[in-house]
T-cell receptor
Framework: KAGVTQTPRYLIKTRGQQVTLSCSPI?????VSWYQQTPGQGLQFLFE???????NKGNFPGRFSGRQFSNSRSEMNVSTLELGDSALYLC???????????????FGNGTRLTVT | GENVEQHPSTLSVQEGDSAVIKCTYS??????FPWYKQELGKGPQLIID?????GEKKDQRIAVTLNKTAKHFSLHITETQPEDSAVYFC??????????FGTGTRLKVLA
């Protein structure tokens, strides 16, 4: 069974631009969560989607948004990029929403975003 | 707020020795504790997990122990090998919408 696939692997953007990251979950997994990983802050929860609905959102500004499609694939968008948005963005999928049961998270290899 | 403390931040061991990483959580409602291994250039990979109704779980050279009273859980790796070198993260979840991750331990296994 294929794992979680994230594209692209690397992105370089300029301040003020916007970016869209893509995530394909493990087949059969309907929940997708997004995390930001930085050396200083560690793994920070962005949001979770299940059945095309955002279930929960972390403490990030409204510039960070996402969506999920009917095939469970998810996209994350960051508008008006800032230097501090440089990070590894990780997508994780699970069978059920983390809010309903502690279903293990399976991570992709991430998208490394660099904002210059 | 909810917090998971992880120690040590770096750990160097000789090949063949054991390694122990410890985590402490603050939310008494936490009932699921996974451990992840992250290699360079890759995402975190689930290596073992434990639920609050179990005190210990073992999978070959890896074991996890849980002390609910003290709110501690630990990862034990025996007979370490160079390929065990990576960053290890603990996490705690209470069935709410997110996992709380520790800050990571960089394990170096010296040949």
């Amino acid at each position: 069974k294929a794992g979680v696939t994230q594209t692209p692997r690397y992105l370089i953007k300029t301040r003020g631009q916007q970016v869209t990251l893509s995530c394909s979950p493990i087949s059969g997994h309907r929940s997708v969560s997004w995390y930001q990983q930085t050396p200083g802050q560690g793994l920070q929860f962005l949001f979770e989607y299940f059945s095309e609905t955002q279930r929960n959102k972390g403490n990030f500004p409204g510039r960070f948004s996402g969506r999920q499609f009917s095939n469970s694939r998810s996209e994350m968008n960051v508008s008006t990029l800032e230097l501090g948005d440089s990070a590894l963005y990780l997508c994780a999928s699970s069978l059920t929403p983390t809010s309903s049961y502690n279903s293990p998270l399976h991570f992709g290899n991430g998208t490394r975003l660099t904002v210059t | 707020g909810e917090n998971v403390e992880q120690h040590p931040s770096t750990l160097s061991v000789q090949e063949g020795d054991s390694a122990v990483i410890k985590c402490t959580y603050s939310d008494s409602a936490s009932n699921y504790f996974p451990w992840y291994k992250q290699e360079l250039g890759k995402g975190p990979q689930l290596i073992i997990d434990i639920r609050s109704n179990v005190g210990e779980k073992k999978d070959q050279r890896i074991a996890v122990t849980l002390n609910k009273t003290a709110k501690h859980f630990s990862l034990h790796i025996t007979e370490t090998q160079p390929e065990d070198s990576a960053v290890y993260f603990c996490a705690a979840s209470s069935g709410t919408y997110k996992y709380i991750f520790g800050t990571g331990t960089r394990l170096k296994v010296l040949a």
